[in-house]
């Protein structure tokens, strides 16, 4: 992997290569700490988006026969929390911390595909500034982020809201395949000498094992979105009951993606977690091993068990009662996770932060999280809970408890890599105490409402059933987990007003993988030399013995760098174009976008760039 | 202080498990206790789990926490075999104790006497956003109250008419979805007498949150009665332009006895029934009623008016789109709520 000296072909790459600055630099740039950058503002745009639609969703729930909002836009508003929530917002945050942290800490200079990097963050956005667009043209979709036909179907979904979900999902669905093919290959191949696969951060082999999940998982999403779309736009019977279509196959198809898609977002969170941990506890990870066996296990077990979101579809007892067993298996390498975390904190000599606050925090709320899904996973009990509140607390506790906690987390730890400044400790502390008490006032209650007969996805419900209470201290707890992102987003603003540079390349002092080897923020190229690993916890490692940094594994030398191209914005203009043109019948925009996508294709196929070189100090040009 | 609130709450909570006509932890039948069993040997093993975890997680916080200045360093521990093996199979061991129970009673629930002639038969359409009850073995319909006898099976063949929706009683059993084109089947018993709450439980549309019906088991004689009174011919309104009006715009869609059109709710006893709409509950008929429950007859002239305000996205016209005059609202609903059935 070294490069000793310029390759021949890329002799002729002196030829001064363009580059941009200002908002130019941001729509054209290839480097994925930029990008990361990207990721997380719109990760934190939609998340914030979704917050308000949560919010707006408790506010009509306050009371019984409440009439803040409408039955309608009520189901608009759960819909597109839903799909916000877990397309536009976690999956984009997820991709950041991937961005921002795996080439440092494999010591890679870049991602494999720098290109794809670019193309698969802007299709994402534009799908997911279609989906929202659709507030604005005569209402959002309606059937839930999990669209069953056939409510989703244009007979009892008549408006263009599920057509504006389809063409959005797909859209932004290009940009996690993308981006999950180019990390398993970045993973696989741009590790640095000596980093072998079981010398990988945790956080690495999390991120990789969730995009071998996006890769497979993805696709049938894909599928799923193309039928339902040609159901709705062309007139096709997949789901049609009436032609012989079946609706049961949707379900299916959907989960067959939906579930992995869990995993994709908990195994990174799982990721970050073993990160910082580690960090505070100023200690190596316990059971390093079994921590990547268990992630593996719960990865591919995950694959095997969609059908426990469909025990009361009627798929009768055999595939219940076997669907259940794979269910409760998945508790076994999740439990050996938590073990292993708590006993990573034990004997350790444990720093109070507020990115360590989050991360211990994280394991009992999970493990809540966790224990109702193994309730959930026995078929005949989830005769009660499905659809229930029961179910919303406890994917809540997963996704919020663990997703959000590990999140929040990761921003407080690794900000002044990204940024090259510190969040504020004591902000980041009232902020975790806010959000941390209003998520358990929010979401506890909801185990406790679902077994007392309260369905989920209801706009309103009657007085009297025993609701009332619990659902106002849930309203409460979501206005507090407002504030504290509140409080998160001064945090973040205000961490800009410290200067850039001033910071150590391991501020946390106890850093232990590679990113805390580099300057906060790093310089574009990374690594002035690829570093030599020697060990896992290579960081810790040259720490012990005295290094200041890591040891090179190459001569010092020109830096090869990919060019910036506007052409990945431009191609997710086509597609987003072509998507509009699909909703509204207008065949001439579907093809004027799609041609102008593969002009853009053309463009970048045909045309010969060669990347250009950056000479660090001490290197003759 | 965070970790005490939710203690309070749930032991607030399990002092009063909800309304007996409704709660899940309140099992009124040998279903739902069957489940409630099962709900409460998850909840102790998952406690357990829980307890373990939330205990070594604040003991570590409180023992290994970084004292002021203190720049030891601990001893970086790879892992233990020991303890590895440990938290592998106790797990294993307590998912094995859930996963037998579970097996079992999958299979006791799965049980089918649709040709047990013991077992009273129910087909069960689900409509936006409304219950319809076929009774195959007498040859009766209902809709949104559904009557059976205690002590006897109910066989449930469950299907949908339009969208899919989820058939859930919870203080009798668990649920099951009414789906398109596919047939599901469940059974369930009610050993008392009583009225118990049912709702649908899958997004089916805006007034999914209203779909509620009622379930009344009543004693196998009275059903016997009951089937014959909803066999006995249709009684129309005494006034001649009200039975006039009646027939030309209600029967068009409903039916009362043996007379009227298909695709809307059977209105036969409809004054009987415990609510109008399955959410609007007729203070002279429910055994407790709320201060504000209003009487059949203001309920129905409620709905009749403009049943958009009642549920909205319903297929019912209002009164005002059928032609109907205040006058005949009144009549209507009248007629309708002393329309009731002797059983």
Redesign the interface.
Same mark, same amino acid.
């Given at each position: 992997m070294t490069t000793h000296a310029i390759p021949a072909s890329h002799a002729h790459a002196h030829a001064k290569a363009k580059r941009y600055t200002g908002i130019m630099d941001w729509l054209t740039t290839v480097d994925h700490k930029k990008i990361a950058i990207l990721y997380l503002l719109a990760g934190l745009l939609f998340f914030v988006i979704g917050g308000i639609e949560a919010i707006l969703i408790r506010i009509q729930l306050i009371k019984p026969l409440n009439n803040f909002l409408d039955a309608q836009t009520f189901n608009e508003m759960l819909t597109m929390h839903g799909t916000t929530m877990i397309f536009l917002a976690a999956m984009p945050f997820v991709f950041a911390f991937m961005n921002a942290v795996i080439p440092l800490q494999i010591g890679a200079r870049d991602v494999a595909y720098p290109f794809l990097n670019a193309l698969g963050f802007w299709t994402f956005f534009f799908g997911a500034v279609l989906l929202n667009i659709s507030w604005f043209t005569g209402g959002a979709p309606d059937a839930g982020w999990t669209s069953y036909v056939p409510l989703a179907s244009n007979t009892y979904s008549a408006g263009e809201g599920v057509d504006y979900y389809v063409m959005g999902l797909q859209i932004s669905g290009i940009g996690s395949l993308l981006g999950g093919i180019n990390f398993v290959a970045t993973i696989i191949n741009m590790r640095a000498p000596g980093m072998s696969f079981m010398r990988l951060p945790l956080f690495t082999w999390a991120s990789f094992i969730a995009c071998v999940l996006i890769v497979f998982a993805f696709p049938a999403l894909t599928v799923g979105l193309v039928a339902l779309m040609f159901d709705r736009l062309f007139m096709g019977n997949f789901f049609d009951v009436a032609d012989g279509g079946n609706t049961i196959l949707w379900e299916h198809i959907f989960w067959i993606f939906g579930h992995p898609e869990v995993y994709i977002l908990i195994l990174p969170a799982f990721g970050i977690l073993s990160e910082i941990l580690p960090v505070f506890a100023r200690k190596r990870l316990f059971g390093y091993s079994s921590m990547v066996f268990a992630l593996v296990l719960i990865a591919f077990l995950g694959f095997m068990v969609w059908a426990h979101h469909m025990f009361t579809t009627g798929l009768g007892p055999v595939a219940n009662a076997l669907f259940s067993i794979g269910t409760m298996l998945i508790a076994v390498p999740t439990g050996i996770k938590v073990f292993n975390w708590l006993f990573t904190l034990w004997g350790g000599s444990i720093k109070i932060t507020a990115a360590s606050l989050y991360a211990i925090a994280f394991i009992p709320t999970f493990v809540l999280g966790g224990v109702t899904g193994v309730m959930l996973a026995s078929a005949p009990a989830d005769y009660q809970y499905h659809d229930t509140y029961f179910v919303v607390g406890h994917f809540h506790y997963v996704i919020v408890g663990g997703i959000v906690l590990a999140v929040y987390g990761g921003l407080h730890f690794w900000w002044p890599k990204m940024f090259g400044r510190m969040l504020n400790e004591t902000l980041g502390k009232i902020t975790f105490w806010t959000f941390y008490i209003g998520f358990h006032l929010t979401f506890f209650v909801h185990h406790f409402l679902g077994l007392l007969g309260m369905p989920r996805r209801v706009y309103t419900f009657l007085p009297n059933q025993g609701f009332d209470l619990m659902n106002l201290i849930s309203t409460i707890g979501a206005i507090l987990m407002g504030v504290g992102t509140l409080i998160l987003a001064i945090n973040m603003l205000l961490s800009f007003r410290q200067p850039k540079g001033q910071l150590p390349n391991d501020p946390w002092g106890d850093g232990r993988s590679m990113e805390w080897a580099l300057p906060s923020p790093p310089p574009e190229y990374n690594w002035k030399q690829i570093p030599l690993v020697r060990g896992s916890d290579a960081w810790w490692k040259e720490k012990m013995e005295g290094n200041t940094e890591m040891q090179p594994a190459e001569p010092l030398g020109p830096i090869h760098m990919p060019s910036p191209s506007i052409l990945p914005f431009l191609m997710s203009v086509g597609f987003f174009v072509a998507g509009f043109g699909f909703i509204y019948h207008l065949n001439w925009l579907t093809i004027a976008g799609l041609l102008f996508v593969l002009l853009c294709m053309a463009i970048r196929s045909l045309k010969d760039d060669h990347g250009y070189h950056i000479y660090p100090e001490g290197v003759k040009e | $202080? %965070?970790r005490l !609130?939710?203690l309070a709450?749930?032991a607030l909570?399990l002092s009063?498990? #909800?309304?007996e006509d409704? /709660?899940?932890?309140n099992p009124q039948g040998p279903v739902?206790e069957? *489940?409630f069993s099962? =709900?409460m040997l998850?909840?102790y &093993? $998952?406690t357990l789990?829980?307890v373990v975890?939330?205990a070594?997680?604040i003991y570590? !916080?409180i023992r290994?926490?970084?004292r002021k200045g203190?720049t /030891?360093?601990?001893?970086? =521990?790879?892992?233990?075999h020991k *303890?590895?093996i440990i938290?592998?199979v106790? +797990? &294993?061991i *307590? =998912?094995m104790i !859930?996963?037998v129970?579970?097996?079992k009673?999958?299979?006791s !629930? @799965?049980k089918d006497y649709s040709d047990d002639p013991d077992a009273v038969q129910v087909k069960v359409i689900a409509h936006?956003y409304w219950w319809e009850f076929q009774y195959p073995q007498y040859g009766i319909t209902t809709a949104q109250e559904l009557v059976v006898p205690t002590g006897k099976k109910i066989m449930f063949e *469950?299907v949908a008419a339009? =969208? %899919?929706h989820?058939f859930?009683i919870? @203080?009798i059993?668990?649920? $099951?979805?009414t789906?398109? #084109?596919?047939t599901?089947?469940m059974y369930l018993e009610f050993p008392k007498e009583g009225v118990y709450?049912g %709702?649908?439980?899958?997004?089916? #549309?805006?007034?999914? @949150?209203?779909m509620?019906f009622k379930a009344k088991s009543v004693s196998p004689d009275s059903f016997n009665r009951w089937v014959e009174a909803m066999k006995a011919p249709a009684v129309l309104p005494a006034d001649e332009n009200l039975a006039q009006a009646f027939t030309a715009k209600c029967l068009a869609c409903h039916a009362v006895g043996d007379q009227g059109g298909f695709g809307g709710p059977d209105l036969t006893g409809i004054g009987s029934k415990q609510t109008v709409a399955g &959410?609007l509950f007729n203070s002279d008929v429910v055994a407790e009623p709320?201060p504000?429950d209003k009487t059949t007859v203001e309920n129905l002239i409620r709905w009749i008016t403009n049943p958009q305000e009642v549920k +909205? #996205?319903n297929m019912m016209p209002s009164a005002a789109q059928l032609g109907l005059t205040q006058e005949e609202i009144e009549g209507i609903a009248k007629y309708l709520a002393e329309y009731k059935l002797d059983y």
């Open positions: - | $202080m %965070k !609130l939710p709450v749930m909570l009063a498990c #909800g309304r409704l /709660s899940a932890l739902a069957e *489940l099962l =709900v998850a909840i &093993i $998952m789990v829980s975890v939330f070594i997680t570590v !916080l290994f926490r970084r203190d /030891s360093l601990p001893k970086q =521990v790879e892992g233990n *303890l590895e938290w592998t106790i +797990p &294993i *307590l =998912v !859930l996963g129970a579970t097996v009673t999958t299979f !629930l @799965a936006q *469950l339009d =969208v %899919k989820s859930w919870p @203080a059993g668990g649920k $099951m979805d789906n398109t #084109g596919v599901n089947r709450r %709702k649908c439980a899958e997004l089916c #549309g805006p007034s999914h @949150a209203l509620d &959410i709320q504000e +909205p #996205g």
